[in-house]
């Protein structure tokens, strides 16, 4: 059982390349999310979606998009990278119903540095 | 806002001296507080989670308690293998499952 995985696991980008970090999980969870982490600022939420083809924006979403074409796949998309980009970026699954959220399984993050 | 707070931002212990992390938070109606521990260069691991107030759960040498406006996660006797750092996250009423967290509490303990 692989859990969540991300690719890569690091990245260097110049300014203005664009790229797509890959996440994928096998549990079925319903929902998905992107979050980035930054040195003493915990982490912030950039999108997330409740199923296949849901997708909303979290805290900090400008310069990124996303799609959920599947239940298994949430790719994020940066478009013209910035130095303000750089960060750690996670992905996350939960399997959530009306009730209850029973937690994240988080991947093991993409180390991006944009310069 | 939804807000959590963690103190102290960190923490270093001898082996074996029991202390406790602070978690924080304000949010529009609490629907679960989660803790996660998280190694260097790894993705944070789920540990608990809470739903209401004097609710307690234990793991090992962790347990974490919750009141209607913080948590502590209290770590007895612990070990160096404890060292990490603990994040706190709450979920506030709603079906987007988000969670805000805090900036977490970078632990170190020392044989």
């Known amino acids: 059982n692989a859990g969540v995985t991300q690719t890569p696991k690091f990245r260097i980008l110049k300014i203005g390349q664009s790229m797509t970090l890959q996440c994928t999980q096998d549990?079925?969870?319903?929902?998905m999310y992107w979050y980035r982490q930054d040195p003493g600022m915990g982490l912030k939420l950039i999108y997330y979606?409740?199923?296949?083809?849901?997708?909303d924006k979290g805290e900090v979403p400008n310069g990124y998009n996303v799609s959920r074409s599947t239940t298994e796949d949430f790719p994020l998309r940066l478009e013209l990278a910035a130095p303000s980009q750089t960060s750690v970026y996670f992905c996350?699954?939960?399997?959530?119903?009306?009730?209850?959220?029973?937690?994240?399984?988080f991947g093991s993050g993409t180390r991006l540095t944009v310069v | 806002e939804d807000q959590v707070t963690q103190s102290p931002e960190a923490l270093r212990l001898q082996e074996g001296e029991s202390s406790s992390l602070n978690c924080s938070y304000t949010?529009?109606?609490?629907?679960?507080l989660f803790w996660y521990r998280q190694d260097p260069g790894k993705g944070p691991e789920f540990l608990f989670t809470l739903y209401s107030a004097g609710e307690e759960k234990e793991k090992e040498r962790l347990k974490a308690t919750l009141t209607k406006k913080e948590s502590f996660l209290h770590i007895t006797a612990p070990k160096p293998e404890d060292s990490a750092t603990y994040l706190c996250?709450?979920?506030?009423?709603?079906?987007?499952?988000?969670?805000?967290f805090g900036q977490g509490t970078t632990l170190q303990v020392k044989p």
């Open positions: 549990m079925n969870h319903n929902y």
């Open positions: 996250a709450v979920q506030a009423r709603g079906n987007t499952g988000k969670l805000i």
């Open positions: 979606s409740v199923g296949a083809g849901i997708t």
């Open positions: 996350a699954s939960s399997y959530s119903d009306k009730q209850v959220n029973y937690g994240y399984t």
């Open positions: 949010v529009s109606g609490l629907r679960g």
